[in-house]
C-alpha cells in the first residue's frame, strides 16, 4: 500500500505530529503551504478582523491559495491529512487541497492538533471537498504527542 501524509501547520506543531506519522506509515510527505504565509497576528484567535478569524468565520467558502499544487495522488492508496482545529474544523486551506485532487476511492486518515477541541467537525467541514473519499479514521493529538502514541494509531488501520 503507497501511503502519503500531507498536512498543514501554521506554527510547527502539526508539522512534528506528521512527521511522526509519516515515519510510522512509511509514507512520503507533503507539506500545504498557504501561497501567503500566516503571521502570528493572522492567528489571533481572539481578534475578530485577524486573516483567520475572517476566513473561518466570515468566508468559509473562501478557499486560500496555496504555495504548491495538490501533488498528484493517483498512485497512492492512503492519505493522511494533518491539520490544527481551527473554530472545531479543519482550516479552510485544506478545502483547497483536496479540491485539487480525484478522491474517489482514496482511502483518507485525518489527524488533526488541538490543546482540547476534536475533530469530530473537520470531517464534516471537509467531505464536500473530497467527494469520494473514504474516511477511515480521525485522530486527534495533543502538541505533546510522542511516536510511541502516533505508532499505534497508525497500526490499528
Known sequence: MKTLVAYFSATGTTKRIAEMVAKAS?????????????????LNWQDDK????????????????????????????????????????????????FEGAEWKGKQ???????GSSGIDGAWESL???ASG????????????????EVDTWVETM
Open 50 to 97: 485577524s486573516r483567520t478569524s475572517v476566513e473561518m468565520k466570515d468566508q468559509p467558502d473562501f478557499r486560500p491559495p496555496m504555495a504548491e499544487s495538490t501533488p498528484d495522488i493517483s498512485d497512492y492508496d492512503r492519505i493522511y491529512v494533518g491539520f490544527p482545529i481551527w473554530w472545531y474544523k479543519a482550516p479552510t486551506i485544506v478545502n483547497t487541497f
Open 108 to 114: 483518507v486518515a485525518l489527524f488533526a492538533t488541538s
Open 133 to 148: 473519499a473514504v474516511l477511515v479514521a480521525a485522530k486527534r493529538f495533543s502538541s505533546s504527542a510522542f511516536q510511541d
Open 127 to 129: 467531505n464536500s471537498s
Open 26 to 42: 512509511k509514507a512520503d510527505l507533503f507539506e500545504i503551504k498557504p501561497e501567503t504565509p500566516y503571521t502570528p497576528e493572522d
